[in-house]
């Protein structure tokens, strides 16, 4: 059957097309329990017949083990958001210029009872393939939200960034979702940001309208990652964003690596002469800091400022970072 489909056809066009084929075989039972597994074990073993370049290849158990993580991790999910086994934490964000913590960005942490805790990157990468990630977003939105306007209540002014994926943005129901979560929490839109990848801004004209949308509702928009995605300099005049972030692969090796600073000096120069404010991530050292205020750079996240902190701990960092050793950067 592999080798028929291989055979070489002519299309009406005159065009000769030869297809690739692969396949992944797996033996069961014609038992509920074991044809509920099936589709899925020779979906793991296509999967291993295409990594290693083979026409077709059984069902290994050896090579499933991430694809049955995967798939039990994805059925959690709904589960958890419900049971409270995600939860939010807040990273601070220093502003370069007044030495303040001006704004925070939301991350999502999730302990799974069987699996422990469980990397963002894993699970929201598995989220964006399934609109399980819409669901996801919400939840994060609303949290966010409810976590800012308790701030708000005991006089901490923060702004909160909440990332979204290009899913989100395509989603028809998206701008709805954002404009009834602002006003469930009484939410200034000027106090939200959005955080998307470079990849995710560039994927299309529906989500080109979907920013320049959420630009008019006055939330602020951030190019995250900016400088490691497609980094597409054309379409940099057009966007509807007002903040670039600068990747941290790009930021940590500036205070040993001339080449690297250079780079980074000449991103911040540019972006701030396209009307962008620059945000650096990944700052680690005092010396990296220093030399991202000395060449202008607006602001500032990394472990030098602060880890990811929980909600509670928020205002007493707070307090303690108006002592001396950011005032001392004014």
């Not at 077709?56 to 499933?64: A, I, K, L, Q, V």
């Not at 694809?67 to 964000?93: D, M, N, T, W």
């Not at 991202?292 to 929980?310: F, M, S, V």
Request: proline share 4%; net charge negative.
């Amino acid at each position: 059957m592999l080798a028929k489909i291989s055979e070489p056809f002519v299309t009406d066009g005159g065009i000769t097309v030869q297809l690739e084929a692969h396949a992944g075989l797996v033996r069961y039972r014609c038992n509920q329990a074991e044809t509920e597994d099936a589709l899925r074990m020779a979906t793991s073993a296509l999967h291993q017949a295409e990594a290693e370049q083979r026409r077709w290849t059984w069902y290994s158990p050896g090579f499933d083990m991430p694809h049955k993580r995967a798939f039990a991790l994805l059925r959690a999910i709904p589960s958890s958001l419900a049971h409270g086994e995600f939860r939010l934490v807040y990273q601070p964000k220093l502003d370069l210029h007044t030495a303040r913590i001006t704004g925070v960005e939301a991350l999502a942490r999730w302990r799974h009872p069987k699996f422990g805790d469980v990397s963002p990157a894993e699970f929201v990468g598995l989220m964006e393939r399934t609109t399980l990630i819409h669901d996801f977003t919400e939840w994060v939105l609303h949290k966010a939200l409810e976590q800012q306007s308790i701030w708000r209540a005991h006089g901490i002014d923060l702004t909160v960034a909440v990332n979204v994926s290009a899913r989100n943005l395509e989603h028809p129901r998206f701008l709805q979702i954002l404009r009834n979560a602002c006003a469930l929490y009484d939410a200034p839109p000027q106090a939200l940001r959005l955080e998307c990848t470079e990849n995710s801004v560039m994927t299309g004209t529906l989500t080109a309208k979907t920013l320049t949308a959420v630009r008019a509702m006055g939330i602020s928009i951030s190019l995250d990652d900016f400088g490691v995605g497609y980094s597409n300099l054309s379409c940099l005049h057009s966007l509807p964003v007002e903040i670039l972030k600068l990747d941290q692969t790009l930021i940590k090796p500036i205070a040993t690596d001339e080449r690297a600073f250079t780079l980074i000096k000449s991103l911040i120069s540019m972006g701030h002469a396209l009307g962008y404010r620059m945000l650096a991530e990944g700052v680690e050292t005092a010396e990296v800091l220093d030399l991202l205020k000395h060449h202008g750079c607006d602001a500032a996240q990394g472990y030098y400022i602060a880890r990811p902190l929980e909600a509670d701990a928020i205002a007493e960092f707070l307090e303690v970072s108006r002592g001396p050793n950011l005032q001392g950067m004014r």
